[in-house]
């Protein structure tokens, strides 16, 4: 007889006697006990899919797409705020086409499974020498939702992650495996920021550099002080942010440039001591009014102290976020940035909008992708906000989008907004064109969900 | 009182400021590693095996945060800290995984994962079979 120790014993008593008598399990959405529905990171958008079908190679995903003709819809880490996901056909599930499939010591490319989640390609890539040029704040998307939507990091002279593609393949929606590259510069243009829309990205080439380091340096300015120098502080550093404080005349700052220091931390502790004092000084009731909130967050504010840290670039420009939230980013032209922030910032105050979540506020640089963001020949402002996963994100998104639409502003593809062809096609230059190329791809829109429909007229 | 307000907006502040305003969060990536063309994963700490394609699924998702304790994860194989978990009982502890709570968001990042996977999964953590 095999011998248990008395610890997996007393375990297994207390599973048997805590499970004991249950019996299956109700999900949101459940079509059945056992099947599970799919919601994204958020919580925002959940879907009951027919089936999910996990991918084990591209010839897998030919031959099943050359077999059936139902609805799909790829999926990646789910990390996406819009509905591009929800469908009731199948999910496509690309976690398994991952891992650096090749690379290039001279070019500094290097060849990945789509399916990858760029946090757990920095450390590989750093042992062939390779960084990412750039990084977006969140690095748990996989490459292909990343590029499809044009997911972007910060600089006013980097581009978004799917400006980095050198190359990709895209089985199609029949099944059809394209390799695309800059031989048909107008198909990559249109291929890159596909938003899951022209078929599966299977695998991509990354246009890489050599690795190296980052210091990041953090503090609090007041947000006009910045504004003023918005451009000149962009153009000096490798990436440059705010984080307006709402209610504050505060921002949190961030500028963030390559280094040869040793890596390491300096940490501060920005907590005030002497609260009770600032609190007399303060005069604050019990429901603060806007000016007390914002007297409140300027004394807090103005006591955080710097901080940097110099490490991999990779750790230097991705950030975990332990808290899930849904956010809605626009980008507008650079010059009006400053004056699309400052509206909304003033609307948040003057109409007492409940939020406490700060703002983000940077530069992105131009490209050519069709429907990227940043699409033109001057870089773009990018302007977001957030409100927590547990609360309702419908009232302030849609007081402050209006605001967005004002100044010319395009949504990023995977964040939160109310947009359809016919605003888009007059935001983006190449719409139509990329609205062709779709139809010609996917003739039988198999790819499309209500939210595709909507966006491309279909 | 106006101390406790103070206090109280000051803690909320600085607890959301680090993932909200983006202060102090530096990346610690998971153990999970994509070597050149593959995914290895540090042997975690449990009497318990999963078959490959189910490890391969844990290892792609639930290592991310269920190695190193990230975002308040239990660790594999820390019983007292599962067993916490257990108590809630099945039902509730699958519900937990498919539709997200605290810092884990719905499918613990398992997008292939059906109810079958994750019980096999949360064993494979806590240890019990």
Same mark, same amino acid.
């Given at each position: 007889m095999r011998k248990i120790s008395r610890?997996?014993?007393?375990?297994? $008593?207390?599973?048997?006697?805590l499970f004991s008598g249950v019996g299956g399990f109700a999900v949101k959405g459940g079509a059945s006990a056992e099947s599970v529905s799919w919601s994204n990171w958020s919580g925002g958008q959940t879907c009951q899919p027919a089936g999910r079908y996990d991918i084990g190679s591209e010839e897998h995903l030919s031959s099943l797409l050359k077999k059936t003709s139902g609805a799909i819809r790829p999926v990646g880490s789910s990390h996406s705020f819009s509905p591009l996901v929800p469908t009731d056909g199948h999910l496509i599930v690309i976690d398994r086409l991952s891992g650096i499939l090749e690379y290039d010591s001279e070019t500094k490319q290097a060849t990945i499974g789509a399916g990858s989640r760029l946090g757990d390609l920095g450390d590989p890539l750093a042992a062939i020498g390779q960084g990412m040029v750039n990084l977006p704040d969140i690095d748990r998307q996989t490459v292909a939702g990343a590029i499809a939507t044009g997911t972007h990091g910060t600089g006013v002279a980097l581009q978004a992650l799917s400006a980095c593609v050198a190359s990709l393949r895209l089985v199609t929606p029949g099944g059809e495996v394209m390799d695309i590259d800059a031989t048909n510069p107008d198909l990559l243009h249109a291929a890159r920021v596909n938003v899951g829309a022209l078929g599966i990205v299977t695998q991509v080439t990354m246009q890489n550099r050599e690795s190296y380091k980052l210091k990041k340096r953090e503090w609090a300015a007041p947000t006009e002080d910045i504004l003023e120098n918005f451009d000149e502080l962009a153009a000096s550093h490798r990436h440059f942010e705010i984080f307006p404080l709402v209610y504050s005349d505060y921002s949190l700052v961030l500028s963030i440039d390559e280094t040869d220091e040793p890596i390491g931390q300096i940490e501060i502790e920005a907590v005030p001591s002497d609260d009770a004092s600032i609190a007399e000084s303060l005069g604050l009731s019990d429901n603060p009014t806007p000016a007390e909130r914002r007297r409140m967050s300027n004394a807090t504010a103005s006591r955080i102290q710097a901080t940097e840290s110099v490490d991999v670039s990779h750790k230097i420009l991705s950030n975990v976020r332990n808290s899930r939230f849904n956010e809605m980013e626009y980008s507008v032209a650079a010059e009006v940035g400053a004056e699309c922030l400052r509206e909304i910032l003033k609307t948040i105050y003057d109409e007492k909008i409940d939020v406490q979540f700060v703002l983000e506020y940077r530069y992105v640089g131009a490209d050519q992708d069709w429907l990227s963001m940043s699409y033109g020949e001057h870089s773009h402002a990018t302007i977001s906000i957030h409100r927590m996963a547990s609360e309702d994100y419908r009232p302030y998104f849609d007081r402050i989008e209006p605001i967005f639409w004002k100044?010319?502003?395009?949504?990023?593809?995977?964040? *939160?907004?109310?947009?359809?062809?016919?605003?888009?096609?007059?935001?983006?230059?190449?719409?139509?064109?990329?609205? /062709? =190329?779709?139809?010609e791809l996917d003739p039988h829109g198999r790819m499309l969900n209500p939210h595709l429909r909507a966006l491309f007229n279909a | 009182m106006k101390a406790l307000l103070l206090r109280m907006f000051i803690l909320r502040m600085l607890a959301l400021a680090p993932i909200l305003a983006l202060l102090s969060t530096s990346l610690s990536a998971a153990e999970s590693k994509l070597p050149s063309g593959g995914l290895s994963v540090t042997k975690?700490?449990?009497? +318990?095996? =999963?078959? $490959?394609?189910?490890?391969?699924?844990?290892?792609?998702?639930?290592?991310?945060?269920?190695?190193?304790? /990230?975002?308040?994860a239990p660790v594999i194989g820390?019983? =007292?800290?599962?067993?916490?978990?257990?108590?809630?009982?099945?039902?509730? =502890?699958?519900?937990?995984? *498919?539709?997200? +709570?605290?810092?884990?968001?719905?499918?613990?990042?398992?997008?292939?994962?059906?109810?079958?996977?994750?019980?096999?999964? +949360?064993?494979?953590?806590?240890?019990?079979k």
């Open positions: 610890r997996s014993f007393l375990a297994s $008593s207390v599973k048997a006697a100044y010319g502003g395009r949504p990023h593809w995977g964040k *939160v907004h109310s947009l359809t062809h016919k605003e888009l096609s007059g935001l983006y230059p190449r719409f139509n064109d990329f609205m /062709e =190329l779709r139809q | 975690p700490s449990t009497s +318990i095996s =999963l078959g $490959s394609e189910a490890m391969a699924k844990w290892a792609r998702s639930c290592a991310l945060c269920h190695i190193t304790g /990230e975002a308040n820390d019983t =007292l800290e599962w067993q916490q978990r257990l108590q809630k009982g099945e039902a509730a =502890l699958l519900n937990n995984v *498919v539709n997200g +709570i605290n810092s884990m968001p719905p499918l613990g990042y398992c997008m292939s994962c059906e109810a079958a996977d994750f019980r096999v999964m +949360i064993d494979y953590m806590a240890g019990v």
